[in-house]
């Protein structure tokens, strides 16, 4: 077995967490190597595939760099409140706290770590601020900046085992193309994503069809980084059950799709293969249903829905996967060429949703209490007759994107027994983390939390390390 002891901090992983760490680790001055199972040209996890930030941006000055905000007031306070709501209360509160505190601060430092932005808004209907930026591009410059600033990186290297001497994190060993390799450390910071790629952990954590669900990110998020935690000690925390599961193209391919978004579904009606609703697509702005309606969608007949808007609907709607709109002069022909099973009974179903309406002003950026009145599942905003044709229809499925369960931590990104006590020199951040996301999903979450404790492992690792009785 090959050792390599050259280093203070072992990095797992090679998306937004594992790079915020190596950046910070770097820019600390720590000798910092990053271990990334994925092949260089695969590698960035699912930060890869993703595309925004939800950002407190009243406290994050982006203008000094030449950036602007579409939403400029996003606070701390608001953003705190969207993801205790959004995850019924069951959000550890502290965990919540530390992100939309630092976030403004992370996204700033990020940017002069070179991380370039887009601020337009990808679709319509935010009601948050964002930062967007290109997954591949944000990436590279991570990685460049790192190493320019000293960090090295090993591709093809699947971290296994913790190593510990007198109980504290001494390296650990790692499966490569030339054998096991141990990385010798006193400290180790785990980022090596969730488990949700891993068709074995899909149906163990969501049930028997669940090895068929697409996966939006990379193929190589399957859990080992989380296992190696807490096969050390680490405690097991967080909605195992749950996942960000969103609304994608159901043309998307079984991995490393991406967003595949098809957004203003809420504008619209969602109907299955038996030509019913199933769910309020008014129910909340998209950001705040997309992530949990990929799961209502996937227990569907057929594991699909089908999107229908009329003409005027059809500015409001925006599509990024391989499939495409059909367009038909009869709400039964789109839902007959989409592949619905029971289009007559679908058009029936858009005929009563249509006399249910009694909309007032129109307004696609807010909730704007246009609802229905006398449904078995009512609409409770943006409820308008889809009655002028053309009329527009979109095939989508569900695909998963995190799954919520992980490794304990506290705010300090330490990582936590099963007593609650910190593992001396050992950190966790990003999606092999739990304990923050239950039920659904506050849309752009992920990237913060895993930028800001990604940032603060790094800084308790350099404190850990300055330390000379430990």
């Known amino acids: 077995m090959t050792t390599v002891s050259d280093q203070d901090a072992v990095v797992v992983g090679c998306g937004m967490a594992g790079l915020s760490a190596a950046n910070r680790a770097a820019e600390l001055g720590l000798d910092v190597t990053v271990l990334e199972k994925a092949p260089e040209e695969h590698r960035g996890?699912?930060?890869?595939?993703?595309?925004?930030?939800?950002?407190?941006?009243?406290?994050?000055?982006?203008?000094?760099?030449?950036?602007?905000?579409?939403?400029d007031d996003y606070s701390p306070d608001e953003f705190y409140d969207d993801v205790m709501k959004q995850t019924n209360g069951r959000a550890d509160k502290e965990l919540a706290r530390t992100i939309v505190d630092n976030i403004g601060p992370t996204v700033e430092w990020l940017t002069e770590r070179g991380v370039e932005w887009d601020m337009e808004p990808l679709n319509v209907g935010y009601t948050v601020a964002r930062t967007f930026f290109e997954g591949e591009e944000l990436v590279t410059?991570?990685?460049?900046?790192?190493?320019?600033?000293?960090?090295?990186?090993?591709?093809?290297?699947?971290?296994?085992?913790?190593?510990?001497?007198?109980?504290?994190?001494?390296g650990l060993r790692a499966r490569t193309d030339g054998g096991i390799v141990e990385f010798r450390a006193e400290t180790v910071i785990v980022a090596a994503g969730g488990y949700e790629s891993s068709e074995e952990k899909r149906t163990r954590y969501y049930g028997s069809d669940y090895d068929a669900m697409k996966v939006r990110g990379s193929r190589y998020n399957t859990g080992e980084g989380i296992e190696m935690v807490l096969d050390a000690g680490g405690r097991a925390t967080g909605q195992w059950g749950g996942a960000h599961m969103a609304l994608i193209d159901s043309d998307s391919p079984d991995y490393e799709g991406g967003a595949n978004r098809v957004d203003g579904y809420q504008y619209g009606v969602l109907l299955n293969n038996e030509g019913e609703r199933f769910f309020d697509e008014g129910e909340d702005a998209r950001a705040h249903t997309y992530a949990k309606l990929g799961r209502l969608i996937f227990e569907e007949p057929g594991h699909e829905a089908f999107i229908v808007i009329d003409d005027p609907l059809r500015n409001?709607?925006?599509?990024?996967?391989?499939?495409?709109?059909?367009?038909?002069?009869?709400?039964?022909?789109?839902?007959?060429?989409?592949?619905?099973?029971?289009?007559?009974?679908?058009?029936?179903?858009?005929?009563?949703f249509n006399a249910a309406c009694d909309p007032g002003e129109f307004d696609p950026d807010s909730l704007d209490g246009n609802d229905t009145d006398g449904l078995d599942t009512e609409k409770s905003n943006w409820a308008l007759p889809i009655d002028e044709p053309p009329f527009y229809g979109y095939c989508v499925t569900?695909?998963?994107?995190?799954?919520?369960?992980?490794?304990?931590?506290?705010?300090?990104?330490?990582?936590?027994?099963?007593?609650?006590?910190?593992?001396?020199?050992?950190?966790?951040?990003?999606?092999?983390?739990?304990?923050?996301?239950f039920d659904n999903y506050p849309g752009g979450t992920g990237l913060a939390n895993a930028a800001v404790f990604g940032k603060i492992a790094a800084e308790e690792a350099a404190d850990y390390l300055a330390v000379d009785d430990r």
Do not use: K
């Not at 460049?144 to 109980?167: M, N, P, S």
């Open 141 to 170: 410059d991570l990685v460049d900046a790192a190493e320019q600033t000293g960090a090295t990186f090993h591709y093809g290297t699947e971290a296994r085992e913790l190593v510990f001497d007198d109980g504290a994190v001494a």
């Open 45 to 71: 996890g699912h930060t890869r595939f993703s595309e925004s930030f939800r950002v407190a941006s009243s406290d994050a000055d982006l203008e000094q760099y030449g950036y602007e905000f579409d939403i």
């Open 398 to 437: 569900g695909g998963i994107t995190f799954g919520f369960g992980g490794a304990a931590q506290d705010t300090r990104a330490r990582a936590l027994d099963t007593v609650g006590r910190p593992i001396s020199g050992l950190y966790v951040a990003g999606n092999t983390t739990g304990g923050l996301f």
């Open 316 to 352: 409001h709607m925006r599509a990024t996967g391989p499939g495409g709109w059909v367009r038909g002069d009869t709400v039964e022909a789109v839902l007959g060429e989409l592949g619905c099973d029971a289009p007559a009974a679908g058009a029936a179903t858009v005929e009563a």
